[in-house]
Structure formats: structure tokens, C-alpha cells
């Protein structure tokens, strides 16, 4: 604040909030703290923001400050700047000012008319104004006030006090043309602002001061900045309500197995200006006994935003709380457009930070396979270019088991980059060398091992030339082949002899082609072939045909396909195929068991459906989706493997550089966002992966953390090893976690967005395979 008798363009100023001494009032409803956004003078305001009254609610919110001149005699005006911040229609804003002594309301009352958005100049007449019970020159409480808590939202600045002749002055910070002239510009466009849209602004202020405040009063407090953590399962939006906690006492704990991956995220948000050139870094970590847990092992990445326009057709989902078990139960909303976390850009060594945003740090620990069984610990450092650091307490203990270097469950995933079919500018995309669809060939190979570390084989369901051997060889010699399609087949049109003919000349000679070179490589066995995507039973008859012609052709290799056969090959034609593949809502226990005990498998898949409340993976999906998806409802639904139809819709006309922020299009498939699009192209055509991806994988290693439970039990059952738990515990306690607690997941459609439940899960198994010896 400024010192009593400052003078700025010729007038006396009061309060200008640029020290640190502006108040902090939180109320249930309502609060008021400094901003350095909506400033009209220096970079700093106060900002009063107000709950949307509802019957009920207390009334009269409001803010008393102390001027720092009490005589006033000399002044006919008092001039406030208010930036009135969004509602959905004009409120009213009220001022006493009045001595030290009797009620508030014996001093000199003022009122304005707040328009819904936009800048406005308070002018207080004070010249034989002044009720008999103020005198003017005794002046000690500024009181601000609203007469409920209404959709108030304002900045106040540059309190002045005017005498006869002198003018008020102008706005001139730099905020002035950076956020008010904006506004302006915003209000003049949008003749009323919604409610949601106020909601949304009402509760990412309250969000980032309830952030902030958590922040201060923890154990790793900063002058300039908050650190926060959140888990990987989360999506923390960079301005809208932030609902992470901040750092536990002992600092930020990993706990995985080798060859395992697991992340956390370290926020970082600005407590006043923004901040310059942010790092996080980490060094070496150790254990009791000195054994190093190198730093290269541990990635600090800046996670990148993508801008969201307009809501997408599929809603998202969320829990509340219920009495009874599971303790929770599942709901849906429509979700919010603006910046939403995608992008990991792993090429940024720092980052800068704006003003009243939280920046996610991607920590993501990268277990070796050799790593001595443990716990070490370490340090992460947060530095601001010119400002402080921060240490951060790093532990990170290793499992004594491994899970494996390919996937433990057969997944089919399509890499094949190019535009969405309907994409506008398809064209001109395929045609230009430096789009994302063409550039990443560059580095071809390196596409291949990055997608091998999220468990995916560069493959292609709809491929009609030849696998990529070479990038098949290349994952084999390293233990990571999955499976791989030898060519995508369609039905014939009809059955008769002539369209039948057509399509073995079409078809057969490069299925062969491709058989004959896995079977001469030794790589057969990874090999699949896959057709017929989503067709329904009119094709059914034409499908037999074509897949008792493929079996002669490629013997051995199992026929695939998500034909709609609601049976799934128990009955007539398709009982000839191998795989059958619903969708995830498609899918169901009973008839898959049957299906299996004749012989065929029963997988299950996700794209644009099924919606909320069943899980998938699009950008405004809560990560932990993908997750349970992948690992929990897996473990207790039993698909013999997971299918996905693409990852590498990219409609974007150039690659990521630069951020956080990025210009990356996340409409992928017609309107969604990240349907067929978990990766993304960083600079020259470089991999990025995304959070969704980062949380399919982890669920993939929840499921090997299972599988090697089940291993372990049924060692243990046939006594070929011993426990540390007697009278059979362990053994009660493995089958209830391999059937997957409710707290967990209650339905396919009902299951935990806590990430605590998840890594209580998690960690129990991985106790239970520690102790069997």
C-alpha cells in the first residue's frame, strides 16, 4: 500500500496494493486477496470475490481496510478503479467510510452499479457529503461491502483522493492493456456471460487461493512460488479450480518395480508476478548402504496444454460419496472447454510461469531392471531464474520383483499416422513434408522403441502392404515384441464364385507374402491377422467364407476381427474366427467363459465409445480412467487382451515447439478430443507422450503386478513356496485382491476415481509377492 500523502498525477493516493501488506480474508463464501491481474496502476490490484447467493447463505460479505490518512477535510472526492470481473447481469457495490469509534454504518455511505463486465471509475462526491457522526478529519475504516453475496467479482486499485480542481487520474499499468483492454474487447463481443462460466471463474480463483494458502503452510513454504503435489492419475488444469494438496511432510515418495515406470506431479504456481525460467532437477539418489539410484533415470518434464473450444459430444465422469459399499457412486457432466494437460514436453529445460497459473512438472521415475531392491532417497531442486530454489524431499523404494519387458497383456494398438478422414485440411496435410503425418518418419526407429516403452508394437489393424520387419527385429532383440498384423481382410461382396474370386486375387498373395517372411524370421507366433472392422450380420456369411480361405492361407495364425457377433463365435457362420472383440459395454463374463471353453478368445476395446460412466480416454477424461481401465477392471473381467484403433490422428498442420501452452489440435476423430490420438509430435517430428498414455501403461503394469500374484499363489497352493503370514492369510488376502476390492471397482460402469485406493491396491499385491518366498 501506498504511504500516506503519496501524490500520483496530481492527486493523493490511498491504496495502490503493491507491497505485500494487502489483506487476505477467506470466508466461506467469499475472499479477498491480492491479484497481479485487472491492475489499473503498477501490476498489483485487490480482488473481491463473491459465492452466488442462494437461500440460506450468510449475507453482507464484506472488507474493512485502514486508511493511512485520517484527515480527509481537504478532499471533495474519492476515486476508486473497479474492474468488474463477470456476472450475468449488473450487481451493486457499497462503501462506508467512518471513523474509529461507533457502528459502520454512522459514516458516509456510497454505492455503484458494477456492469457485467468491464472497467468502470468510482467517484465518491465527499464535499458536504460527510454525515454530522464523521467528522472528515478522523477517518480510520474503509469498509467495502456487497448486500449478498451476490456474482460480485471485482478488482479494486488506485484508492485516490481528489481535491477541488484536480483530476482523476487514468489507467495506465501494464495490466491496463494485457487483461482489461481484452475484457473490454470480450464484454462489447458476449452480451452476457453464462453461469457456468462464472461458476467456472468463481472456483478456479477460490481454487488457486485455497492451492496457494495449502502451499504456505506446509513444510516446504516459498516467497514467490507454491509447490503442490498431484498424483499421475489426475488432471490439473493450469486455470481452473486446483484441487491438489500440497507436499506431504516427508516429501514426494515413488514406489515401483524394476523395469517399472511410475510419475508424479510437482506444481509449481506463482504467488505474486509470474515467474521466470522454472527447473526442476534432480540428482542421484541413495540408500543406508551408498548403492545409487542414478538421476538418469528420473525425468523432470514441463507437461504441455492443449486449448480446448468448444465441449466435445461425450460427457466425463465423476464420483460422490455414498453411506453403503463401495462408498461411492458415479456420475456424469458435461466438461468445461479452455487449457486442459496433454502433452508431456520432455524437450523443455525450463519453463515461465504467468500469474494466477499452476505449472505441472512431470516426475516420472524409470526403474532399471538390475536396481537393488530398496528405498533411496535424494533431493528435487525448483529454481526461478533470479530467485530462490527449493529442495524437495525425493524417496523412491524398489519392489524386489520385476514386471515384464513386453506387455503382459496381448494388446493391438494402431500406429499409423494421417488426418481424421473427414479432416478439412486432409489433403493439403498428406501433401506437406513438414505436417506431423510426415515429419515423425524421420525418425522412424525412434517412434518404434518409444512406443515399445508404453507397451505398444508399432502395428496397424488396417494395414493392406507389410508389417515393418525391421522395426519388429528391432524390439525382439530387446524382449519387447508384441504381436503384430499381417494385413487388414475384408468379406467379398457377395458369395458367389465371381466376387469370391476377386477377392482371393486381392487378398491372399500379400497375407502369404507376409507369412511367409514372419514364419522365416521366427516371429510367427506374434503374428495375427486382422478384418472386418465392426460389420454386423448381414456380412456374416460372406465373412465365413473368407476366413476358412484365410485359415488354409496363413495356417496357424489366429483370424480377428470386432465383427458384432453378440455370441462371440458360439453359433454359426463366425464360428471359424478366433478373436472376437466387443466393445467394453459389449462385453460380458458368462458368455465370454463359454466362448473360451470352445476355443476362442474374448477380447474387449474402447474408441469414441462406449461414454461416461464407463471408462475411456479422451483428453477431459480423468486419467485414472485409462488406468483402472487397463489394470483393475482387467484383472477382474478376464479380456484375454485389449484392442485400439488408433493412437496417431494427428490433424494438426505442425509439429509442437515451444509451450506450455502449445497450438496442438486435440480434435482428433469428428468432434472428440484424443479419440485416436494418445501421442503427439514434438520438434522434427520427435515423440511426446501424453498423460493418458502415461496412465495406459501404468495400468498395464498394475496388471503385471497381478498376474505375478496369481503366479505366486498358486505356487504357494501347490507348496513350492513359503509365506511370512501363517494360518492362511496370505493366501485369503491374494484371492481378494486378484478379485479386485469394490473400494476399487464396484462395476464396469461404478469404479474409484481416488488414486489412493488404486495405489493401496497396488501396493498390497506388491507386498503380498514380496512375502512369498
Known amino acids: 500500500m501506498a504511504i500516506a500523502g503519496t501524490q500520483a498525477m496530481g492527486a493523493t493516493l490511498l491504496f495502490d496494493f503493491e507491497g505485500d501488506d494487502a489483506p487476505e480474508v477467506k470466508a466461506r463464501t467469499f475472499h479477498v486477496g491480492a491479484t497481479n491481474a485487472y491492475a489499473t496502476s503498477g501490476t498489483r490490484g485487490l480482488r473481491f470475490c463473491c459465492d452466488p447467493w442462494r437461500q440460506g447463505m450468510a449475507e453482507w460479505p464484506s472488507f474493512t481496510l485502514k486508511p493511512p490518512i485520517s484527515d480527509w477535510s481537504g478532499f471533495d472526492r474519492l476515486v476508486i478503479d473497479v474492474v468488474s470481473l463477470g456476472g450475468t447481469k449488473e450487481e451493486w457495490l457499497y462503501l462506508y467510510v467512518a471513523g474509529g469509534n461507533g457502528p459502520i454504518q454512522s459514516g458516509l455511505g456510497a454505492k455503484t452499479l458494477l456492469p457485467a463486465r468491464g472497467y468502470v471509475q468510482w467517484i465518491v462526491p465527499l464535499k458536504g457529503k460527510w454525515p454530522k457522526s464523521t467528522p472528515p478529519d478522523a477517518i480510520k475504516r474503509f469498509h467495502v461491502y456487497t448486500d449478498h453475496p451476490q456474482s460480485v467479482d471485482v478488482v479494486l486499485d488506485r484508492v485516490t483522493l481528489l481535491a477541488a480542481g484536480e483530476k482523476p487520474p487514468v489507467a495506465d499499468g501494464p495490466c491496463v492493456g494485457r487483461d482489461i483492454l481484452p475484457l473490454a474487447i470480450a464484454c462489447n463481443a458476449e452480451?452476457?456471460?453464462?453461469?457456468?462460466?462464472?461458476?467456472?471463474?468463481?472456483?478456479?480463483?477460490?481454487?488457486?487461493?485455497?492451492?496457494?494458502?495449502?502451499?504456505?503452510?506446509?513444510?516446504?513454504?516459498?516467497?514467490?512460488?507454491a509447490l503442490g503435489l498431484a498424483t499421475s492419475m489426475e488432471n490439473v488444469r493450469p486455470r481452473s479450480a486446483i484441487k491438489a494438496g500440497a507436499i506431504p511432510k516427508g516429501g514426494i515418495s515413488v514406489r515401483l518395480a524394476r523395469r517399472e515406470s511410475e510419475g508424479v506431479q510437482l506444481l509449481v504456481a506463482p504467488l505474486g508476478e509470474g515467474l521466470r525460467n522454472v527447473r526442476v532437477k534432480v540428482g542421484d539418489l541413495a540408500d543406508k548402504t551408498g548403492t545409487v539410484f542414478s538421476s538418469k533415470n528420473i525425468d523432470c518434464d514441463v507437461v504441455g496444454y492443449v486449448n480446448l473450444h468448444r465441449r466435445p459430444p461425450n460427457p466425463v465422469g465423476y464420483n460422490v460419496p455414498t453411506k453403503g459399499p463401495p462408498g461411492y457412486s458415479r456420475k456424469t457432466t458435461d466438461p468445461d472447454t479452455g487449457w486442459w494437460p496433454d502433452p508431456i514436453l520432455d524437450y523443455l529445460d525450463g519453463v515461465d510461469i504467468e500469474s494466477e497459473t499452476v505449472q505441472d512438472f512431470w516426475v516420472r521415475v524409470n526403474c532399471p531392471e538390475t536396481q537393488k531392491a530398496g528405498t533411496y532417497r535424494g533431493m528435487l531442486t525448483v529454481s526461478v531464474e533470479g530467485g530462490e530454489k527449493a529442495l524437495v524431499p525425493l524417496s523412491v523404494r524398489v519392489n524386489d520383483f520385476e514386471v515384464p519387458a513386453a506387455s503382459p497383456l496381448p494388446v493391438i494398438v494402431t500406429f499409423e499416422p494421417m488426418p481424421a478422414p473427414h479432416w478439412k485440411e486432409r489433403k493439403a496435410l498428406l501433401n506437406d513434408p513438414l505436417a506431423p503425418v510426415n515429419i515423425w518418419k524421420r525418425h522412424r526407429l525412434e517412434w518404434g522403441d518409444f512406443l515399445s516403452r508404453y507397451y505398444i508394437t508399432m502395428d496397424s489393424l488396417y494395414h493392406t502392404g507389410q508389417?515393418?520387419?525391421?522395426?519388429?527385429?528391432?524390439?525382439?532383440?530387446?524382449?519387447?515384441?508384441?504381436l503384430f498384423?499381417?494385413?487388414?481382410?475384408?468379406?467379398?461382396?457377395?458369395?458367389?464364385?465371381?466376387?469370391?474370386?476377386?477377392?482371393?486375387?486381392?487378398?491372399?498373395?500379400?497375407?502369404?507374402?507376409?507369412?511367409?517372411?514372419?514364419?522365416?524370421?521366427?516371429m510367427i507366433d506374434h503374428a495375427y491377422c486382422y478384418g472386418c472392422d465392426e460389420v454386423t450380420k448381414e456380412c456374416f456369411d460372406a465373412m465365413r467364407l473368407a476366413a476358412c480361405e484365410l485359415k488354409k492361407t496363413i495356417p496357424g495364425v489366429p483370424i480377428s476381427t470386432t465383427a458384432r457377433d453378440k455370441s462371440y463365435g458360439m453359433t454359426p457362420p463366425l464360428d471359424v474366427l478366433d478373436w472376437f472383440t466387443p466393445l467394453?459395454?459389449?462385453?460380458?463374463?458368462?458368455?465370454?467363459?463359454?466362448?473360451?471353453?470352445?476355443?476362442?478368445?474374448?477380447?474387449?476395446?474402447?474408441?469414441?465409445?462406449?461414454?461416461?460412466?464407463?471408462?475411456?480416454?479422451?483428453?477431459?477424461?480423468?486419467?485414472?480412467?485409462?488406468?483402472?481401465?487397463?489394470?483393475?477392471?482387467?484383472?477382474?473381467?478376464?479380456?484375454?487382451g485389449f484392442l485400439y484403433y488408433q493412437i496417431s490422428i494427428w490433424n494438426s498442420p505442425r509439429c509442437?515447439?515451444?509451450?506450455?501452452?502449445?497450438?496442438?489440435?486435440?480434435?482428433?476423430?469428428?468432434?472428440?478430443?484424443?479419440?485416436?490420438?494418445?501421442t503427439c509430435v514434438g520438434p522434427d517430428g520427435k515423440p511426446l507422450p501424453t498423460i493418458r498414455l502415461e496412465n495406459f501403461r501404468d495400468g498395464l503394469e498394475d496388471y503385471a503386478y497381478a498376474k505375478l500374484l496369481e503366479q505366486k499363489l498358486r505356487e504357494v497352493e501347490s507348496s513350492k513356496l513359503k509365506v511370512e503370514s501363517d494360518g492362511g492369510v496370505w493366501v485369503s488376502r491374494a484371492k481378494e485382491l486378484l478379485a479386485v476390492p469394490r473400494e476399487v471397482m464396484d462395476t464396469l460402469k461404478n469404479f474409484t476415481d481416488d488414486p489412493a485406493v488404486l495405489y493401496r491396491w497396488r501396493d498390497a499385491m506388491a507386498d503380498l509377492i514380496e512375502d512369498a518366498k
Open 191 to 225: 452480451c452476457a456471460v453464462t453461469n457456468r462460466t462464472l461458476k467456472a471463474e468463481v472456483a478456479r480463483l477460490r481454487g488457486y487461493m485455497q492451492f496457494c494458502a495449502k502451499a504456505a503452510k506446509s513444510d516446504f513454504p516459498c516467497r514467490t512460488m
Open 467 to 482: 508389417p515393418d520387419f525391421e522395426i519388429l527385429e528391432r524390439l525382439r532383440s530387446r524382449g519387447r515384441l508384441g
Open 485 to 522: 498384423n499381417l494385413g487388414y481382410w475384408k468379406y467379398p461382396a457377395t458369395t458367389n464364385d465371381a466376387h469370391f474370386g476377386k477377392w482371393r486375387e486381392k487378398t491372399l498373395p500379400r497375407l502369404k507374402k507376409a507369412y511367409d517372411e514372419a514364419k522365416r524370421r521366427g
Open 584 to 640: 467394453v459395454s459389449q462385453y460380458f463374463a458368462e458368455p465370454a467363459k463359454r466362448s473360451r471353453e470352445a476355443g476362442h478368445q474374448v477380447w474387449w476395446y474402447i474408441c469414441c465409445g462406449p461414454p461416461a460412466p464407463y471408462p475411456n480416454m479422451f483428453v477431459e477424461c480423468p486419467p485414472i480412467e485409462g488406468r483402472v481401465l487397463m489394470g483393475a477392471q482387467t484383472v477382474r473381467m478376464r479380456p484375454d
Open 656 to 678: 509442437i515447439e515451444g509451450g506450455p501452452f502449445t497450438d496442438w489440435l486435440a480434435q482428433s476423430w469428428m468432434t472428440w478430443h484424443g479419440d485416436g490420438q494418445w
